[in-house]
């Protein structure tokens, strides 16, 4: 597979769909990735009331919106998608902490 052209080097909507596609691809590898490191706090934690620690999702918020903004992105609109990313995460926890402490019997 070819790599997809840069942004600016798009001339057709077709370009332009490859690149998103191949982006899209990339971003979910690097979620996946995310996901597993909620997988290791769901292992890690030793209790299921501090899955959810707003400090956290507060401070994680904040660095988003602050790189945004140092690459010139609309910071709100990032912490909007940063912020279903991480209830998202929240929620994913909690299934897999519980599941990894579900009575087998």
Do not use: H
């Not at 507060?58 to 992105?73: K, S």
């Not at 709100?76 to 912020?83: E, F, G, P, T, Y």
């Not at 990313?85 to 902490?97: C, F, H, K, N, T």
């Amino acid at each position: 597979m070819t790599a997809a052209k840069s942004p600016e080097q798009c001339e057709t909507m077709i370009d332009v769909r490859a690149g998103v596609d191949e982006v899209d691809r990339e971003l979910v590898a690097l979620l996946v990735r995310r996901f597993g490191y909620m997988d290791a706090a769901a292992r890690i934690k030793t209790d299921r009331n501090v899955v959810r620690d707003e400090a956290r999702k507060a401070q994680v918020l904040d660095n988003v919106a602050r790189e945004a903004a140092a690459v010139g992105l609309e910071p709100d609109r990032l912490r909007a998608v940063w912020n279903e990313l991480v209830e998202q995460s929240i929620a994913y926890e909690m299934v897999r902490w519980d599941r990894l402490r579900a009575d087998p019997a």
